[in-house]
């Protein structure tokens, strides 16, 4: 009986399990579907603005600090991940991304975490300059501005000469797309590309001056706001398939259990037989 005991405190244990993960992927779900609305709705946006200013900065011949670009000596990677775990591959494959790009032995790379994860591993290895694992807390554009404007202010200052973004860029909620973006210097579109023909007022020079801190800014926001849905999406198919797992296992535990009892039974009635067939004898 002590065996059956087992079995059954282990059911107990597995169906405790899938209640805990069932619950996780319904939340996930719900963040979700308010997550892939927003970055959908966003990602137009931030792309045509990108697309416009790489298209004025490729005609520029101007000393234009953004857009300058030279080889590169000292980078700075920021590394989106998230704060909480139990997401699959989600935050490994960024952390795996990160440590290949630092491994690059002609430039000296540095680190800047967005997602508690990320900053735990980094940090034990590698130089780390700031975290900002609270971004996901509150995550509006003036919070992300901010992020966004310190950025700027270390590459205009010459900390770092090249600034890149890692992170998930949400495809599906099943697919999630390892995504390492240029931030700074800005990078021209391509001459034989670009097309486009345009009516400056006011100048050419002064528009690109705006253009620039208002589309560096969406551009971060754009990958904080990807890396969000990407977390929840890769959330809600790990829970999936725990619980699908935990599932399975419950209903082998239940069959190896019925087994044993009968087997119990089976051999008290025996004992039965047997005890009794003496007694006649």
């Given at each position: 009986m002590a065996n059956l005991k087992e079995i059954r405190n282990r059911i107990s244990?597995?169906?405790s399990t899938?209640?805990?993960t069932n619950a996780m992927k319904m939340v996930s779900a719900a963040k979700l579907k308010k997550a892939q609305d927003a970055i959908v709705a966003m990602r137009p946006y931030s792309n045509k603005l990108t697309g416009i200013l790489q298209d004025l900065s490729s005609s520029i011949d101007s000393d234009n600090v953004f857009i300058q670009n030279t080889e590169a000596n000292k980078t700075l990677i920021i590394c989106i991940t998230s704060n909480r775990?139990?997401?699959?591959?989600?935050?490994?494959n960024i952390i795996k991304k990160c440590v290949s790009l630092a491994s690059n032995k002609n430039q000296e790379v540095s680190f800047l975490c967005l997602g508690k994860k990320g900053s735990d591993i980094l940090s034990k290895k590698h130089n780390v300059i700031l975290t900002k694992n609270e971004i996901f807390e509150d995550m509006s554009f003036e919070n992300v501005k901010?992020?966004?404007?310190l950025l700027i202010q270390k590459f205009v200052d010459k900390e770092f000469e090249k600034i890149q973004i890692v992170y998930n860029r949400f495809k599906n909620a099943a697919t999630q797309i390892i995504t390492n973006e240029q931030f700074?210097?800005?990078?021209?579109?391509?001459?034989?590309?670009n097309n486009q023909n345009y009516i400056f007022e006011p100048s050419k020079l002064e528009i690109v001056n705006e253009l620039i801190p208002k589309s560096l800014r969406t551009q971060l926001f754009k990958a904080l706001r990807d890396s969000y849905a990407s977390e929840h999406g890769a959330r809600m198919t790990a829970m999936h398939k725990a619980t699908?797992?935990?599932t399975e296992l419950r209903d082998q535990l239940k069959l190896t259990y019925n087994k044993a009892r009968q087997a119990a039974i089976t051999n008290e009635i025996l004992e039965i037989v047997g005890g009794a067939e003496a007694l006649n004898n």
């Open positions: 244990s597995v169906s899938m209640q805990i775990g139990l997401c699959g591959g989600f935050n490994s901010e992020i966004a404007d700074l210097p800005i990078l021209p579109a391509d001459q034989q590309e699908d797992n935990a």
